[in-house]
């Protein structure tokens, strides 16, 4: 009875190890998780923590185009992955999969890369006309970034004459004048503008 005892923790044994070395196989880190890039594109270094082999996937629903430094290897490593200048004038969302498998079992961790939108600034209309007697005029402006409007006319009111990003109706008001006036505004950001022109006539 002892031999047999004997026999069935012999054969457990090697059984109860080989489960713990599977257990590890499902392990791997992957760091930053989250990060940004610029609308004119970057790189972003992922560092891969894990004993077993790994495999990059890109995620299918990606609307952007990326490239890796390396598809594949084995145990702790860090690869490159490069996003290009954005074409999109609304935030995109990349997804980087780091798929690392064992003998009988697998894990993986996602990347989230987010790259800022292209920025922008435009305007309904881009030349409008109001009489020699002054009058109002109405222009939408639609932006992905905060703008600020200045007048090469300093007696034309506008409202608001700066806005966060968004759709904004603005308002100028443009003074009488006894001879033919072309006035310009100019509705800047960070890093786009846009100009209307006002012909008074």
Same mark, same amino acid.
């Given at each position: 009875? %002892? ?93 980087? %999969? ?10 993986? #961790? ?7 939108? #292209? ?28 703008? %600020? ?21 603005? #308002? ?30």
């Amino acid at each position: 009875m %002892k031999n047999i005892r004997l026999f069935v923790i012999a054969l457990i044994i090697p059984f109860a190890i080989a489960c713990e070395k599977d257990d590890v196989v499902t392990s791997i880190q992957l760091s930053p998780t989250l990060s940004s890039v610029p609308c004119t594109g970057g790189t972003v270094d992922l560092k891969i923590i894990t004993d077993f082999p790994w495999r990059v996937e890109i995620d299918t629903l990606n609307l952007v185009e990326l490239s890796v430094s390396k598809n594949a290897g084995i145990g702790d490593d860090i690869i490159t992955v490069s996003v290009p200048p954005s074409v999109s004038y609304t935030s995109e969302t990349v997804r980087v %999969k780091i798929f690392a498998k064992g003998q009988n079992t697998s894990n993986y #961790k996602y990347a989230v890369i987010t790259q800022l939108p #292209k920025p922008y600034i435009a305007l309904n209309t881009p030349v409008v006309s109001v009489p020699r007697e002054g009058g109002v005029v109405t222009v939408v402006v639609t932006a992905n970034q905060e703008w %600020k409007a200045t007048c090469s006319d300093s007696h034309v009111s506008i409202a608001p004459v700066e806005e966060a990003l968004g759709v904004s109706t603005v #308002k100028i008001k443009v003074p009488a004048s006894a001879a033919k006036n072309t006035i310009k505004v100019v509705f800047k950001s960070s890093d786009a503008s846009a100009e209307l022109v006002i012909n008074q006539q």
